[in-house]
């Protein structure tokens, strides 16, 4: 399975973005999916997860309340709806796809990623 993250860009703080995460190659359903970010010179962090039907979800606490994972099976698509952006939340955002919900916390709990997608909050 490959994945393809896309949907970044450059805007002001407060704005919203939404983020799609799209397969190809397989079946996303057989796989937990989160989202992570890295910054410049820092590491890659947990930002949301989701398991695999959708019913289980989790976020890093400073993004609890303004964003936001869901994901579509039928289309093999995962999302990241991003409100009420700021610019702490600055960074390179991975899609990622995993077989253990509960570890899809760590990077290194991810068995596929995406390519990435930059998003800049900047007045």
């Known amino acids: 399975v490959q994945l393809q993250a896309s949907g970044g860009g450059l805007v002001r703080p407060g704005d919203s973005l939404r983020l799609s995460c799209a397969a190809s190659?397989?079946?996303?359903?057989?796989?937990?999916m989160g989202w992570f970010r890295q910054a410049p010179g820092k590491e890659r962090d947990f930002v949301a997860r989701?398991?695999?039907?959708?019913?289980?979800?989790y976020y890093e606490g400073s993004v609890k309340g303004r964003f936001t994972i869901s994901r579509d099976n039928a289309k093999n698509m995962l999302y990241l709806q991003m409100n009420n952006l700021r610019p702490a939340d600055t960074a390179m955002y991975y899609c990622?796809?995993?077989?253990?919900?509960?570890?899809?916390?760590?990077?290194?709990?991810?068995?596929?990623w995406g390519q990435g997608t930059q998003v800049t909050v900047s007045s």
């Open positions: 190659g397989g079946t996303l359903s057989n796989y937990d």
């Open positions: 990622a796809a995993g077989s253990d919900y509960n570890n899809l916390i760590l990077a290194s709990a991810a068995e596929l």
């Open positions: 989701i398991s695999r039907r959708g019913g289980l979800t």
